[in-house]
C-alpha cells in the first residue's frame, strides 16, 4: 500500500519567513499526490494536487509543492508566511486505480508575529 | 454551491451507547467516503461508496460500524455499541466520481467522545 511520511508534527515560522513542510512519500507505481489544509473545527481544503503532469504544482494561497521522484519527496513550500496561514496541513497518496485517500499525520503550522 | 453537509456537529456519548451521524454530500457527487480522524492522526478511510454501492469498506470495523447510502445521496454512519476508542473526529467527504485525480470535498466532521 502508499504512503507518506510527513517530517516534524509542528513547525513555526516567523510571518513573512519561508514556509517548508515536508512529505515524503512510499509507492512502488507513480502516486497522485495532494496537499490538504484543516483550519480548526472545520473540514479539509484541497490546496494542490499532483497528476503526473508538471512537477512543479501551484495551489491556492500562494503554496506550491514541487514532485521529485528521485528523492521520493512532495515537500510544500509559500515564500512568505501569514498569519492566516496557521492551520493543520496534510500530505496525502492515493493509487491508480480507486481513489482511497492515505493521510500522513499532519504537520501543524505556527505563524508568529 | 453548498459544500458537504454533516450532522450533528458533536455528540458525546457513554461507551456501549449507539450513535449515528449523517452527510449529505455536494449535489451530483457520485462518490462519498467516511474517515475517521484520531487526534494527533491523519484521517483514515472507513468506507467509501459509489453511487449506493460500496466501493471499499475493508478498514470499517464492521462489528460495531455500519453506513449505507439509500438512494445513493445522503448516507449515514452508525457505531453500535461504541467504545472509548471511538472518539475521534467523523469526516464525510464527496467527489464527482472515483477517479484517481478527481478532488475530495469535506464537510466540517462530526466530533464524537465516548466517555
Known amino acids: 500500500a502508499q504512503s507518506v511520511t510527513q517530517l516534524g508534527s509542528h513547525v513555526s515560522v516567523s510571518e513573512g519567513a519561508l514556509v517548508l513542510l515536508r512529505c515524503n512519500y512510499s509507492?512502488?507505481?507513480?502516486?497522485?499526490l495532494f496537499w490538504y489544509v484543516q483550519y480548526p473545527n472545520q473540514g479539509l481544503q484541497l490546496l494542490l494536487k499532483?497528476?503526473?503532469?508538471?512537477?512543479l504544482v501551484k495551489g491556492i494561497n500562494g503554496f506550491e509543492a514541487e514532485f521529485k521522484k528521485s528523492e521520493t519527496s512532495f515537500h510544500l513550500t509559500k515564500p512568505s508566511a501569514h498569519m492566516s496561514d496557521a492551520a493543520e496541513y496534510f500530505c496525502a497518496v492515493s493509487e491508480n486505480s480507486g481513489y482511497a485517500l492515505n493521510f500522513g499525520k499532519g504537520t501543524s503550522l505556527l505563524v508568529t508575529p | 454551491e453548498a459544500g458537504v453537509a454533516q450532522s450533528p456537529r458533536y455528540k458525546i456519548i457513554e461507551k456501549r451507547q449507539s450513535v449515528a451521524f449523517w452527510c449529505n454530500p455536494i449535489s451530483g457527487h457520485a462518490t462519498l467516503y467516511w474517515y475517521q480522524q484520531i487526534l494527533g492522526q491523519g484521517p483514515k478511510l472507513l468506507i467509501q461508496?459509489?453511487?449506493?454501492?460500496?466501493?471499499?469498506d475493508s478498514q470499517l470495523p464492521k462489528d460495531r460500524f455500519s453506513a449505507e447510502r439509500l438512494k445513493g445521496v445522503d448516507s449515514t454512519l452508525k457505531i453500535q455499541p461504541a467504545k472509548l476508542e471511538d472518539s475521534a473526529v467523523y469526516l464525510c467527504?464527496?467527489?464527482?466520481?472515483?477517479?484517481?485525480?478527481?478532488?475530495?470535498?469535506f464537510g466540517p466532521g462530526t466530533r464524537l467522545t465516548v466517555l
Open positions: 467527504a464527496s467527489s464527482l466520481t472515483s477517479g484517481s485525480t478527481d478532488t475530495q470535498y
Open positions: 461508496f459509489q453511487n449506493n454501492g460500496v466501493v471499499d
Open positions: 499532483y497528476t503526473s503532469a508538471a512537477t
Open positions: 509507492s512502488s507505481v507513480p502516486p497522485y
